[in-house]
């Protein structure tokens, strides 16, 4: 079966892995046999060249330039699937929902903060503005109770979870290495919602613990994150060193968005991506964790800042056991394969290979 994609970006230094994810997906679907046609945005970075096996990639600078040869292609495949991300995201889930293809889908990996502005009666840049009526189906990155109220306030007709992922060949233990030595880690995304969570659950332990050392990632921190001599922090940490840093820590912190701990059933790809380097993980609070993560056992999670105070102070070898389970679970149950068949099962693809 042919399935051509939309939203791709190519190029982008912080796109926070996603091409790379996309890419292991695509290939996984080119394995069993179906045709994949990228349609990707090329960005200001130095470009990864990458070929699909029996497919095509389609790379272009501005979205007029490409239009009318995406339709043609849309018109063709039997899956028109659209990332709701990027510039172009309007402009292609138009295309794709108006194609001739059999059967026409969208992916957000946005959907909490998507629902969370429908709820508030505000638009949303990366969806369609009449809603996501004319889809066969929107796949979206959160699951659980929220899914129905996202499928009521976006107008889709059908919704189905397909959560983050990671790629095993690249999301691994990496190395130790001094200069990212800490007791406690964390990684954010920016600075949006997380502020809280930041302030109990990292910030405030910094400040009891003033002989532990504290190691903070991420473009955009928030204000008022204190200069202490226990702090040190990374801004503009290049994504591929994240695997060293977190092998580099004792512990793992990750917070969800306010947006995703509201709505609950939003696993973070932060998150899977520390469980895959096989870091020990303390996790804020929000409903549907324990169905990703057993707590106790693979993960450990705060509620208040003397949880994590009191998981900085367990025996190495303990926290070493909860990152070797959590990386075992999300090999088996969030790789790019298992999306695949995920995805097949809820698009009803044919194709060689068994899943």
């Not at 292609?73 to 990332?83: E, H, K, N, P, R």
């Not at 998981?311 to 070898?317: I, V």
Request: one cysteine or more; glycine letters at 10%; aromatic letters at 6%.
């Amino acid at each position: 079966m042919k399935i051509v994609i939309f939203g791709l970006t190519n190029g982008y230094r912080h796109d926070g892995g996603q091409m790379v994810r996309w890419r292991a997906l695509i290939q996984a679907l080119a394995i069993r046999g179906h045709r994949v046609v990228a349609v990707e945005r090329a960005g200001p970075g130095a470009a990864t060249p990458w070929t699909i096996p029996g497919g095509e990639v389609i790379s272009y600078t501005g979205w007029d330039t490409v239009a009318v040869r995406a339709a043609a292609q849309a018109d063709d495949a039997g899956v028109s699937l659209v990332i709701a991300h990027g510039p172009d995201a309007r402009a292609a889930a138009d295309l794709a929902r108006n194609s001739k293809a059999a059967r026409r889908a969208l992916y957000d990996p946005e959907a909490p903060v998507s629902l969370t502005a429908l709820e508030a009666g505000e638009t949303v840049d990366h969806l369609p503005a009449d809603g996501l009526g004319g889809f066969d189906v929107v796949l979206a990155s959160c699951g659980g109770p929220a899914l129905e109220r996202y499928r009521a306030k976006a107008g889709a007709e059908a919704v189905a979870p397909l959560y983050p992922w990671i790629v095993p060949e690249v999301d691994k233990p990496g190395d130790f290495k001094r200069e990212y030595l800490g007791d406690l880690c964390c990684i954010v995304a920016g600075p949006d919602g997380i502020r809280e969570g930041l302030g109990n659950f990292f910030i405030d332990p910094a400040q009891r613990l003033t002989r532990r050392r504290f190691v903070l990632v991420g473009t955009g921190l928030p204000d008022g994150v204190p200069g202490a001599s226990n702090i040190l922090t990374f801004p503009d940490l290049d994504p591929a060193e994240h695997p060293d840093l977190l092998a580099s820590a004792s512990l793992a912190l990750t917070l969800a968005r306010d947006d995703e701990r509201r709505i609950g059933w939003c696993p973070s790809d932060r998150l899977f991506l520390a469980a895959a380097c096989g870091a020990a993980i303390v996790a804020d609070h929000w409903e549907g964790l324990d169905s990703f993560f057993e707590p106790g056992r693979e993960i450990l999670v705060a509620a208040q800042t003397d949880d994590v105070t009191t998981a900085m102070m367990l025996p190495r070898n303990h926290l070493t056991d909860l990152g070797r389970r959590a990386r075992k679970r999300v090999l088996a149950e969030h790789s790019a394969e298992r999306r695949v068949q995920e995805l097949r099962s809820i698009l009803d693809l044919k194709g060689g290979g068994d899943d």
